[in-house]
């Protein structure tokens, strides 16, 4: 069973950047599409950007986020810039076989990240 474990989150300023990162257990980690979700209190597990042989984005982050990954690392990353209060969420990486922007397309999740912008 691979474990995902994200770093990186922490309290930040409106406009100011983050970088979170998810490390990967296994030694297949480049087979694997890699993405990121976000739940903010009261809501839906939302999709934010899904990280592969090409990037796909939410419109709400499409400009400011940038997903990466250094498969020799088995390390996937979230670039955030010009954060917005409303990007305050705990932010998950998961793991799937073909990617997608739905969370049950995801087999393996992290344990999660806290991200929160002041105003």
């Known amino acids: 069973q691979v474990q995902l474990v994200e770093s990186g989150g922490g309290l930040v300023q409106a406009g100011g950047s983050l970088r979170l990162s998810c490390a990967a257990s296994g030694r297949t980690f480049s087979s694997y599409a890699m993405g990121w979700f976000r739940q903010a209190p009261g809501k839906e597990r939302e999709f934010v950007a899904r990280?592969?042989?090409?990037?796909y984005y939410a419109d709400s982050v499409k400009g400011r986020f940038t997903c990466s990954r250094d498969n020799a690392k088995n390390t996937v990353y979230l670039q955030m810039n010009s954060l917005k209060p409303e990007d305050t969420a705990v932010y998950y990486c998961?793991?799937?076989?073909?990617?997608?922007?739905?969370?049950?397309?995801?087999?393996?999740w992290g344990q999660g990240t806290q991200v929160t912008v002041s105003s």
């Open positions: 990280c592969t042989w090409s990037e």
């Open positions: 998961a793991r799937s076989t073909g990617g997608g922007v739905v969370a049950t397309a995801y087999d393996s």
